[in-house]
């Protein structure tokens, strides 16, 4: 279940065996998080890991890739057995019975998080076939929601190749104990760093209170400090009063304990809510309240929704804002979003329950802070779209040849003509219009873009080495205008534009 602690746990046992010098690799996926949020990546940094830190297998990755130059293209499938099933299998044909056996650890946190189920199931498939193979020597520590992807894909191992431990059925007693620890070590950091709160604040029948409410969510326990630490303009103490109001009685507290809550999150969710309403004053009707509302879903809800991270500076510039109220509109959300100090360092959720949260509208019951995914889609899809119109040229690079191999340029030059907002509207801008459900017509914005700057952004993921990505893309928006066509039968401009525009290109890249 989300917020039980699986991350840290994963975190905490990678350390450890990598302090033992055991650990083979680890990959950490996480939605919205550019390339870990897929599995295009994952063998490849599988293999490279191994290959880095256990010289027994560097020498057969090595001479895999060398074999196979383009194994970085090909599916994942191939990818493992060619980097990963066969130097393991060289390896073990060399050592002879005398030598001494290779053992080592793979750590792969939030499966669930992967985009695109049967990528899910394949992975959890090659490491079944692979633990069958090795045995002892091949170990994987795995965490993931159960979702059915992952559930389904764990039915078809044999049950004795692996062990499971459900978090949220961990004995309660353990749980608070650990959560307990957490914060009383939190609370001692805040009386170092705050010298005017009392040495035995916030007492122990406070902290009893916040493990009750944590209800056996780690999540709730870390953002509840992090909201009360705070960011120096609320005293602890007051924010302390925000989440547990002083006047909460022993016998109110008594009797929700005995009142089991009607959600699981329902006191996460509670937190959530009360540090967006101390962060943003919706109280006032009338047209600045209407823009708070709107500048927050546009900001907010664009950062629980990107695919890959952005900075301030970038996400502005693909917004259409200024940087100023970007800033503003994040400065007292610490508690739920990583916000570096640079504008060009990006900003990223705590904990994806945050977005969870935020686009659920049965647990965030308040429709000022509630976002409506599909159309925060259809809003960045449009955003991407207009930066791309206003921004793609031919020869967007300046090197006046057309000849000119990516290979061959700089990449700082790239970097410096192709800035982050403008790369990640050309990477995502169909994956943003495929998530809102929009429709395509003749004339929109769509067939507008396609009609003037089709090659200036095919150009551009040249130049950044998507270009399988892009026919990734074309492929999904084919898709797209196929379902639009469906809908509108009578409408023969749509099938013109669904023939000619783009079912034309994709039988050339394919």
């Known amino acids: 279940m989300a917020g039980t602690g699986k991350s840290t746990i994963a975190r905490t046992v990678a350390h450890e065996f990598y302090r033992r010098k055991c650990l083979g690799a680890s990959f950490f996926f996480s939605r919205g998080g550019g390339d870990v949020g897929h599995a295009r990546k994952f063998v490849t940094t599988i293999a490279l890991q191994l290959a880095s830190r256990l010289q027994f297998l560097k020498e057969y990755i090595s001479q895999a890739v060398s074999e196979h130059v383009h194994i970085a293209s ?4 191939e990818q493992w057995n ?4 066969q130097p393991l299998s060289q390896l073990q044909a060399q050592q002879s019975s005398g030598t001494a056996e290779f053992s080592f650890l793979i750590v792969i946190d939030a499966l669930d998080e992967c985009e695109g189920d049967n990528d899910i199931r394949l992975i959890l498939q090659l490491l079944s076939e692979t633990n069958s193979l090795f045995e002892s020597r091949f170990r994987v520590f795995l965490t993931s929601r159960p979702e059915t992807s992952t559930r389904l894909g764990f039915r078809k191992m044999p049950g004795t190749i692996y062990r499971d431990l459900i978090l949220h059925n961990t004995p309660r007693a353990s749980v608070d104990h650990d959560i307990r620890i957490f914060l009383e070590e939190k609370f001692r950091e805040m009386r170092e760093e ?6 035995n604040w916030p007492g122990s029948s406070m902290i009893d209170e916040l493990v009750q ?3 056996g969510l780690f999540i709730y326990a870390a953002t509840i400090c992090r909201f009360i630490h705070g960011n120096g303009l609320w005293l602890p103490q007051d924010l302390l009063n925000v989440v547990i109001p002083s006047n909460t009685s022993s016998q109110s507290r008594s009797l929700r304990r005995d009142v089991p809550s009607t959600s699981p999150t329902r006191e996460l969710d509670e937190t959530y ?8 004053d919706t109280e006032q009707d009338g047209p600045d309240k209407n823009q708070l509302v709107q500048e927050f879903k546009q900001i907010v809800g664009s950062v629980a929704i990107l695919i890959e991270p952005l900075s301030a500076a970038s996400l502005a510039k693909l917004l259409d804002i200024r940087l100023e109220t970007i800033n503003l ?3 007292n959300l610490h508690s739920v979003l990583n916000i570096p100090r640079s504008n060009s360092h990006p900003i990223r959720l705590l904990h994806p329950s945050f ?8 647990r965030c019951t308040n429709s000022n802070f509630w976002v409506d995914e599909k159309q925060a889609h259809q809003a960045l899809a449009g955003a991407c779209v207009q930066l791309m119109s206003s921004s793609l040229r031919q020869d967007i690079c300046g090197q006046g040849a057309p000849g000119v191999l990516a290979t061959d340029i700089e990449s700082e030059r790239v970097e410096r003509c192709i800035p982050s907002e403008l790369q990640y509207a050309c990477f995502y801008w169909v994956e943003h219009l495929r998530k809102s459900d929009t429709e395509l017509h003749e004339n929109d914005q769509v067939h507008q873009f396609l009609q003037t700057h089709l090659l200036h952004w095919l150009e551009v993921l040249s130049w950044t080495r998507k270009i399988s990505q892009g026919i990734d893309a074309i492929l999904a928006l084919e898709s797209i205008a196929i379902v639009s066509h469906s809908m509108h039968t009578q409408s023969h401009s749509t099938e013109t534009f669904v023939d ?5 290109f994709v039988r050339i890249c394919t």
Do not use: C, P, W, Y
């Open 273 to 280: 809510a009360h540090i967006l309403e101390r962060s943003f």
């Open 74 to 77: 090909q599916g994942l499938r």
């Open 213 to 215: 409410r944590a209800d």
């Open 329 to 331: 509109r994040v400065r």
């Open 194 to 199: 705050f010298e005017f709160l009392t040495s």
């Open 500 to 504: 000619q525009r783009i079912s034309s």
């Open 82 to 85: 060619q980097l990963i099933s």
């Open 355 to 362: 977005r969870d949260f935020l686009l659920d509208k049965d």
